[in-house]
C-alpha cells in the first residue's frame, strides 16, 4: 500500500527527470550541429541555413556564444504566448487543435481539484473509519484517509459527494460545450480561409461497378513495395558514395547473407546491381498492373470542377441500390493509405468484426500482465511470498521507490506495444486514410485503457490488498470491503499519472484534417464522465448510502441528453461541408482567377505514388504547387534568426473571410 512518502518518492524521481530532459532539450538545441534535428521545416522549405557551412571549425559543431545559455529557457513563456492565429498558419488547424485537447485538460481539473482539496477532503480527512477498520484486517495508509473510504457507513457526509459530482458534471460539460463551439468555429473558419488543395474538388467513390475502359485506383500493392525496397537501396547507395567520397583510400565494404554467412563485396558496386535488377524488376511489374485486368480495382478518385458539386456528390445518395457508388470526401493525398483501396467493399464488414473479435481477446489476456503490476505494487503480498525479500524491501527508499514508482514504469513497459499492435488490427480493417487508421486506432487504446488500465487496476489491485479480508470474510461482508478498498486505488493512478507525463508528444503533421478528430475528443471525455457517475452509485450502494444514492441516477441521464445535444448541434460542422461555403468559396476563386486551370492542377493529384517517374515535371509542378500555397510563418521563437518571412498575424483573433479576401486581391 503507497504512502504519501511513497508518492513524494515518486514524484521527486519524476520531476528531476522531466527537469534533467528540459534542459538537456534546452542545451541541445542551441548546438549547430543539432540545427536540422530541432528546425526541420525551416530547411525543408529553404528558408534556413545550416550555420555548420560556415565558421571556425569549432563553431560549426558548439555554440560559444555564451550569451545564448543565459537565455535559453525564454522559449518556454514565447511558445506559451504564441497566437493560436499563428500557430495554424505554422503548422495547421489539427496542430493547434491537439494542444487544445491539454488545454481543456486544465480547464476542467483545475477548478476541481481546488474544489476537492477545499471542501471533499475535510469532509473525508475527519474520520476514523480506516484505523477501526485495520482492526478487521483492512490494510490502509494514512494517504487513503483523503478518500471516500474513510467516512462511515450510513453517513450524511456522503450528501457532500453527490453534490459535488452534481458540481464536477455540470462544470465539465459547460467547458466541453464552450470547446466544441469555438473549435467548430475555428474549423469552419479555417476551411473557409484555407487555400486550394485537391481534396476539397475530389471524391472517393468506392463499390464502383465493373467499366472496361474507365478505372483510375489499380491494386499495386507488391509494387509500391519493390518501389520502397528500391528506395531503400538507394538511401544505402548515396551513403556509401558520399563515405567513399570523403575518404578515396579505400572502397566502402560490407557483409552479404546472414549473420556469420556470406562474403564482404564492394559497396557501391553491390547496391548499383541490386537498383538495376529492382528498376527492372519495377518496370515489369508496372507494366503488368496496367494491362492485367485483375488489378483494376472498383474504387476511383473523381474531382469536380468546383467545390459545391464534390460537396454534392459526397454528401448524397447516388444510386436506388445503396451498395453501389458509395461516395464520400477523399482524404488529402497526402492522408491516402493506398495499401487499402484494392480491398474490396464487401469484405470491410467481415474484416471489422474479425478485429473486433482479436480487440476483446487481446484485451482478456492483457489482464495476465495487470495482475502482476498490481501484485507489484503490494508489497505486503511480496513480502508475504517472497519472506527473504524482506530484509532489502523494508529499506525506506526501496519501499518507497517499489510502491511509488515501479508499478507507475512497469505498465508503462507493458503497454509500449500496444499503439502498433492496434495500428496493425486498423490497416487490417481497409480505412482508406491514415487519419481515420490513428482515430480507430487512438479509440481502440482508449477503450484497452478504460477496461485494462483503469476498471482490470482495480479490480486486481483491491483483491490483492484485500485477498486476506476475503477468505476471512462472509459473502455478505464483501461488498462492503470493496466499497472501503476500491478508492484507495486512487494511489496507484496517480504515480502511474507521473510516469505517463515522462513522454514528450512531439506532433508530426503527415496531414491536415481539420480538427476532424475532435468529436472523438469529446465523446471519450463524455464517455470516462459517465464511468465515474456510475462507478459512485455502485460505490455508494456499497456504503449503505441507500437515502442518497437514488439522487445520483439523473446524472447519466443528463450526459447523455448532453452529449446527444451537442452531437446533434456540432458535430455536422466535421462530417459535412456546408453548400453555402463551397459556393461562396467557388465564386469568390473564380473572381479572383479567372484563368485557372483546375484540370492541369487536378489531373495528377490523387495518382499513385509509384507510377509516378522521377522526372515527371508535371508532378513536380503540382507538388511544389501545394507546398508553395502553404505559406511557412515562423513562430516567435528563436528561429526568426535564419527565417525571413515575417509573420502575418500579431493579434490573437482568427482572420476572417473578408480579411483573407483582402490579402489576396483579384489580379
Not at 495499401?339 to 471489422?352: E, F, G, H, M
Not at 478504460?450 to 459473502?475: C, D, H, Y
Not at 478508492?487 to 512531439?506: L, R, S
Not at 500555397?629 to 516567435?636: A, D, F, M, Q, Y
Amino acid at each position: 500500500m503507497a504512502t504519501l512518502g511513497d508518492i513524494g518518492v515518486s514524484a521527486a524521481i519524476n520531476l528531476l527527470s522531466a527537469l534533467i530532459f528540459l534542459l538537456a532539450f534546452a542545451i541541445l538545441r542551441l548546438q549547430p550541429f543539432n540545427d536540422r534535428v530541432y528546425f526541420p521545416k525551416w530547411y525543408l522549405k529553404g528558408l534556413r541555413s545550416s550555420p555548420t557551412r560556415s565558421g571556425a571549425f569549432v563553431r560549426r559543431f558548439v555554440n560559444l556564444d555564451f550569451r545564448s545559455y543565459l537565455r535559453f529557457l525564454n522559449w518556454m513563456p514565447e511558445a506559451i504566448r504564441m497566437p493560436e492565429p499563428e500557430l495554424i498558419e505554422h503548422a495547421g488547424l489539427d496542430s493547434a487543435v491537439y494542444l487544445r485537447i491539454y488545454l481543456i485538460g486544465l480547464k476542467i481539473f483545475v477548478p476541481m481539484a481546488m474544489l476537492a482539496w477545499a471542501i471533499l477532503v475535510p469532509v473525508n480527512w475527519t474520520n476514523n473509519t480506516l484505523e477501526l477498520a485495520k482492526l478487521s484486517n483492512v490494510t490502509s495508509s494514512d494517504i487513503d484517509k483523503l478518500s471516500i473510504s474513510n467516512i462511515p457507513l450510513g453517513s450524511d457526509r456522503f450528501w457532500t459527494h453527490i453534490v459535488m459530482a452534481y458540481v464536477f458534471t455540470f462544470w465539465t460539460c459547460y467547458v466541453l460545450m464552450k470547446e466544441y463551439e469555438k473549435v467548430a468555429t475555428m474549423r469552419l473558419q479555417f476551411l473557409a480561409s484555407e487555400r486550394r488543395r485537391p481534396d476539397q474538388f475530389t471524391v472517393l467513390v468506392r463499390n464502383v461497378p465493373p467499366d472496361p475502359d474507365e478505372s483510375l485506383v489499380y491494386n499495386s500493392n507488391k509494387l509500391a513495395k519493390l518501389v520502397k525496397k528500391k528506395k531503400s537501396m538507394q538511401n544505402w547507395l548515396d551513403f556509401y558514395q558520399i563515405k567513399y567520397s570523403r575518404d578515396q583510400s579505400q572502397r566502402p565494404l560490407i557483409k552479404t547473407g546472414f549473420l556469420l554467412w556470406g562474403q564482404k563485396v564492394d559497396a557501391i558496386d553491390h547496391y548499383n546491381s541490386e537498383i538495376e535488377k529492382l528498376s527492372k524488376e519495377i518496370a515489369e511489374e508496372r507494366e503488368k498492373v496496367e494491362t492485367d485486368p485483375k488489378s483494376v480495382m472498383p474504387a476511383a478518385f473523381v474531382s469536380f470542377k468546383s467545390r459545391w458539386g464534390a460537396a454534392v456528390c459526397a454528401q448524397t445518395q447516388q444510386s436506388r441500390n445503396p451498395t453501389l457508388w458509395l461516395t464520400e470526401w477523399a482524404p488529402e493525398p497526402r492522408d491516402v493509405y493506398w495499401q487499402n483501396l484494392p480491398i474490396p467493399y464487401v469484405s470491410l464488414a467481415i474484416r471489422r468484426l474479425i478485429m473486433n473479435v482479436a480487440f476483446f481477446f487481446l484485451t482478456f489476456f492483457f489482464m495476465i500482465p495487470i495482475a502482476f503490476v498490481q501484485a507489484l505494487a503490494s508489497i505486503e503480498g511480496i513480502e508475504k511470498r517472497a519472506p527473504f525479500l524482506e530484509p532489502i524491501i523494508e529499506i525506506k527508499f526501496i519501499k518507497s521507490l517499489i510502491q511509488g514508482f515501479l508499478p507507475g514504469i512497469a505498465l508503462k513497459l507493458f503497454l509500449i506495444f500496444l499503439p502498433t499492435i492496434l495500428m496493425i488490427m486498423s490497416k487490417f480493417e481497409g480505412f482508406t486514410s491514415l487519419s481515420s487508421l490513428e482515430r480507430r486506432s487512438a479509440m481502440r487504446y482508449y477503450l484497452f485503457n478504460i477496461v485494462n488500465v483503469f476498471l482490470g487496476s482495480i479490480i486486481a489491485g483491491s483483491a490483492f490488498e484485500q485477498l486476506n479480508s476475503f477468505i476471512k470474510q462472509s459473502a455478505s461482508e464483501i461488498p462492503k470491503t470493496i466499497g472501503v478498498a476500491i478508492p484507495m486505488k486512487a494511489t496507484f493512478f496517480i504515480t502511474y499519472i507521473m510516469v505517463d507525463g515522462w513522454i514528450i508528444n512531439v506532433y508530426n503533421q503527415e496531414y491536415e484534417s481539420g480538427a476532424a478528430f475532435w468529436p472523438d475528443v469529446h465523446g471519450r471525455i463524455i464517455i470516462a464522465l459517465i464511468i465515474s457517475q456510475v462507478l459512485l452509485i455502485g460505490l455508494l450502494s456499497t456504503k449503505h448510502a441507500a437515502q442518497s444514492t437514488p439522487f445520483l441516477i439523473a446524472l447519466p441521464v443528463l450526459t447523455i441528453w448532453f452529449h446527444n445535444f451537442c452531437k446533434g448541434r456540432y458535430e455536422p460542422a466535421f462530417i459535412r461541408y456546408p453548400l453555402q461555403e463551397a459556393m461562396m468559396k467557388d465564386t469568390l476563386e473564380r473572381a479572383r482567377e479567372p484563368n485557372l486551370n483546375l484540370k492541369a492542377y487536378l489531373q495528377n493529384a490523387y495518382m499513385h505514388p509509384v507510377f509516378k517517374g522521377d522526372d515527371d515535371e508535371e508532378d513536380e509542378d503540382i507538388s511544389e504547387k501545394l507546398v508553395t500555397e502553404s505559406v511557412l510563418v515562423p513562430t516567435k521563437r528563436q528561429s526568426r534568426r535564419n527565417t525571413p518571412v515575417p509573420s502575418r498575424i500579431s493579434s490573437a483573433s482568427s482572420p476572417s473571410l473578408t480579411e483573407v479576401i483582402k490579402e489576396h486581391p483579384e489580379p
